[in-house]
């Protein structure tokens, strides 16, 4: 019994999670990978072109081509927990209204989490675009640039999506080319858009990253991994030798996100972000980041797979940050945050995620 209840609430949570999620599985994320995340580390395909299709000779048949869809493995780097007391109730009994309040912000408060480093990855691995101004008048010519960049590289365009935030939404909704989902097909209306604009499918996302406007991409090239490492459950505390007569709701998830290809995402700025280049440092486990930032920052400071991403005009607590020196310590698959400061407050921002290659083996 304690097993199917542990089943039916993290059955629960999850489905709390993918309502929660702006940053959601299918439409900005695939899940396309081999393995367990709960065992530390999956495989995931990945390949930069298609099956070739040729003609067919009826008499002499046609030769094999080698497809070159490589499996890069990626470790499960995030590991989050839940663990709320529920006082004065034994494990057996906790009202179901109660449980289902508990289950509820759970599901809340993992989903946030997980959009948090999804959109982190994204802005990480993906293609950096500055643009000087974006408002009404500007904002279909510059999802028109994106649209067509993506279109030479390659990228589908059934499926494109643009994650905007609230301010560059306002814009959106003011631009007489803009579709409103209501017009739109059920599909569309179930990933969460609200509407259509060249090509891409418009998604609100509530987010206060200094100078982000908007991430454009398609779920071909994101993956995202999870899995329960500890099924959601109802944990009696009376054994702890410190609480009595209360339990828990416990539970505690996996993740990881993967970028598959650069030019898959696009990130775009206004007016200005701060763009990396990472190579590996003199001390094992090191790298160096180089920096270039147009703005106005005065010096920069960094942190290493934020919680939160830096807010414009915040101040910010990182680690202080030389181009071309500070040695960071760091390991594959870490995103860092730099943040370009002015009079101790955020005025831009960049985003890396290192790859093993940066990193002084």
Known sequence: MAHNLQDKYSDLVLAKLRNELALKDGVVFNNDYDGDPAAGAVKIPTRDDEVAA??????TGLAPTTGNTAYVTLPINRDKAVNEIIDGYEASAVPDSLVAERLDSAGYSLGR?????????????????VISVLDKDTVYGILVDQRTRMS????????????????????????PEFTQASSLGDEVKQSGAIGRLAGFNVIEFNDDTANLALICGHP??????????????????????KYIGASAVQGRLVY????????????????TAVTLAAAAGAATGTTVVTISDAGSATSHRYTRNPAARAVFGAAYAGTALTSGSTAITATAGDVLEVAGMLDSKVVSVGYLTLTAAAIKA
């Open 152 to 175: 030479k590289d390659n990228i589908p365009a059934a499926g494109r999506y643009a994650l905007c935030t609230p301010d560059v939404i306002a814009s959106v909704v003011r631009s």
């Open 113 to 129: 989490a997980m959009d948090i480093d999804g959109a982190t990855e994204l802005l990480g691995a993906g293609t950096v675009v």
């Open 220 to 241: 071909r090239f994101a993956t995202r991994v999870n899995a329960w490492q500890a099924p959601v459950r109802l944990q009696s505390l009376d054994g702890s030798g």
């Open 54 to 59: 040729s003609d067919y000779d009826r008499a």
């Open 256 to 271: 990881a996100h993967k970028v598959l290809r650069q030019k898959g995402v696009r990130c775009v700025y206004a007016p």
